[in-house]
């Protein structure tokens, strides 16, 4: 399995505060992710990272910020946490290759956050 | 990305081989089929992809047909383990974006 913690695994906040989630790897790799998943949606990308201080929006991006100061940290912050941000939150990891491995994303073991 | 169809449930005996299909009718050249897995409360897990050649690796194995429309993900022999949602992904490779994932398919392994 792909060298990714995430930490905390579980958190119960109130409204109104600010969350950090962060993700770690070992494996040196350059892509990293964030993504929520909540029943009947799937997953879907929050934000993601293509380098040390490059990141971008995904698709489910407002009220949620990330930086990246080191290769193998990604941190998620809820600045002010809502009810509808309530979800397990998963990190994910690829690196770009010619070869048969091109951009396979590999996962976290995910963080449930629920605010109440 | 091209859509995919998988059936919504599947059971399999445990020690069988459990066989999950997937539909890509509109999947480009360049598009790999992906397939991944999620165990309850586990994150998804990768399983294996290809382009058009069958692959097989130590979890399983994918079955392209020659009009590259569909495929076949293989466990050779389902244990209880194997019961989870897999995924049928259609994707450019090597685009470092977004994965998107569908409905999927329940499999249940039966003692």
């Known amino acids: 399995d792909a060298g990714i913690t995430q930490s905390p695994r579980h958190k119960v906040t109130e409204t109104g505060t600010p969350v950090t989630l962060r993700c770690h790897q070992t494996e040196n790799h350059r892509y990293m992710y964030w993504y929520r998943q909540d029943p009947g949606h799937g997953l879907r990308l929050i934000h993601y990272s293509y380098g040390v201080k490059d990141t971008d ?3 489910v991006s407002d009220g949620y910020s990330v ?9 998620l912050t809820l600045e002010s946490a809502t009810s509808s941000q309530t979800s397990v939150y998963f990190c994910a990891i690829s690196e770009l290759s010619s070869g048969p491995n091109t951009d396979t994303q590999y996962f976290g073991p995910g963080t449930r956050l629920t605010v109440l | 990305d091209a859509k995919t169809t998988q059936p919504p449930s599947m059971d399999c005996a445990e020690g069988r081989a459990a066989n999950l299909p997937c539909n890509h009718s509109t999947i480009s050249g360049n598009e790999y089929v992906y397939w991944y897995r999620q ?10 992809h290809g382009l058009k050649n069958n692959e097989t690796n130590e979890m399983a194995s994918l079955i392209i047909t020659e009009d590259r429309k569909s495929s076949t993900l293989i466990l050779p022999h389902a244990t209880l383990r194997d019961t989870a949602v897999y995924y049928c992904i259609v ?14 398919t329940q499999l249940t392994v039966l003692p």
Request: zero cysteines.
């Open chain 2, 39 to 48: 165990i309850h409360s586990q994150g998804p897990q990768y399983i294996i």
């Open chain 1, 67 to 75: 930086s990246r100061s080191k290769t193998e940290d990604f941190l």
């Open chain 2, 91 to 104: 994707r450019v490779g090597g685009s470092a974006r977004q994965l998107t994932f569908g409905s999927g």
């Open chain 1, 57 to 59: 929006k995904g698709e």
